[in-house]
T-cell receptor
Framework: AQSVSQHNHHVILSEAASLELGCNYS??????LFWYVQYPGQHLQLLLK??????LVKGIKGFEAEFIKSKFSFNLRKPSVQWSDTAEYFC??????????FGQGTRLTINP | GAVVSQHPSWVICKSGTSVKIECRSL??????MFWYRQFPKQSLMLMAT?????????EQGVEKDKFLINHASLTLSTLTVTSAHPEDSSFYIC????????????FGPGTRLTVT
């Protein structure tokens, strides 16, 4: 079965540190990729998405992600995190008419 | 744009009773709605997919007689948890899209169900 893996379960950083969250998918062929964020007590929000084109995707709140096809990866990055970035982050993938599959999620804690 | 609401945001019910959760797309027509379940500190698991006017498609292992899904209009889908038990306690999240699986899904805020 197709799967999405997030290897970092809980990441703790200090403010202004750089962030990179890993995401790997098992799909072959064309795949659409997403990063969602879930702030405490709030609903899932789309950070960014990759469908095609430039593999470096820029999203909201200063986040970006790079699609590396050869590595089946779509890692999320932010050069300088803020306390308000504390949240749960989910990577997800979909292929064609199949269902959206989520990774296990990464809890990010930013210490002020 | 693309706002999805859920009601109620939280509900507590007694074991054996049924609970209905509503999912509405507020500013777009949702041809497809999805229902997910999220356990504490875990990811979202798709329960079922519903297209307006047709029967829902359930994922393997999800009891269709227990989790009744109705998608009667392009802006409303309901999930009814019948004869709820404590193990049904969870966070239920709906999402909606305008063009089926391949288009972006917009997520509701979720409903916390606690069965006592």
């Amino acid at each position: 079965a197709q799967s999405v893996s997030q290897h970092n379960h809980h990441v703790i950083l200090s403010e202004a540190a750089s962030l990179e969250l890993g995401c790997n998918y098992s799909y072959g062929g064309t795949v659409n990729l997403f990063w969602y964020v879930q702030y405490p007590g709030q609903h899932l929000q789309l950070l960014l998405k990759y469908f095609s084109g430039d593999p470096l995707v820029k999203g909201i709140k200063g986040f970006e992600a790079e699609f590396i096809k050869s590595k089946f990866s779509f890692n999320l990055r932010k050069p300088s995190v803020q306390w308000s970035d504390t949240a749960e982050y989910f990577c997800a993938a979909i292929q064609g008419a199949q269902k959206l599959v989520f990774g296990q999620g990464t809890r990010l804690t930013i210490n002020p | 744009g693309a706002v999805v609401s859920q009601h109620p945001s939280w509900v507590i019910c007694k074991s054996g009773t049924s609970v209905k959760i509503e999912c509405r797309s507020l500013d777009f027509q949702a041809t497809t709605m999805f229902w997910y379940r999220q356990f504490p500190k875990q990811s979202l698991m798709l329960m079922a997919t519903s297209n307006e006017g047709s029967k829902a498609t359930y994922e393997q292992g999800v009891e269709k007689d227990k989790f009744l899904i109705n998608h009667a209009s392009l802006t409303l889908s309901t999930l009814t948890v019948t004869s709820a038990h404590p193990e049904d306690s969870s966070f239920y999240i709906c999402s909606a899209s305008g063009q089926g699986f391949s288009s972006e899904q917009y997520f509701g805020p979720g409903t916390r169900l606690t069965v006592t």
